[in-house]
């Protein structure tokens, strides 16, 4: 099993930044990509950025050229950093991977909230 922790969540006005981080432990080693959905109040979890084991990445359209996901695997943990912060933006950031075995297994941490003022 993984187990998944984000953390850097907080509270900006409009324009600021933040940088999520997610901290992976347990059987790392199945992991392939990592992944960042956020879900708004009342709304559905929607697909943010990802990254797979090679450093490919992708993102939603609505944060292209503000958001950059990274992740370093020595220390088993992929990051988001989020510029220009709208208030839109405001959500709980989840992070997902699967892990690839005989079956793939998706985890996810418990979240961390963002909230942007305008």
């Known amino acids: 099993q993984v187990q998944l922790v984000e953390s850097g969540g907080g509270s900006v006005q409009a324009g600021g930044s933040l940088r999520l981080s997610c901290v992976a432990s347990?059987?790392?080693?199945?992991?392939?990509?990592m992944t960042w959905y956020r879900q708004a109040q009342g709304k559905d979890r929607n697909f943010v950025s990802s990254?797979?084991?090679?450093?490919?990445?992708s993102y939603a359209d609505s944060v292209k050229g503000r958001f950059t996901t990274s992740r370093d695997n020595a220390k088993n943990t992929v990051y988001l950093q989020m510029n220009n912060l709208e208030p839109e933006d405001s959500a709980m950031y989840y992070c997902?991977?699967?892990?690839?075995?005989?079956?793939?297994?998706?985890?996810w941490g418990p979240g961390t909230q963002v909230t942007v003022s305008a």
């Open positions: 347990g059987y790392t080693e199945c992991m392939y990509d």
């Open positions: 990254i797979d084991t090679y450093g490919d990445t």
């Open positions: 997902k991977t699967t892990c690839i075995g005989v079956v793939a297994v998706d985890y």
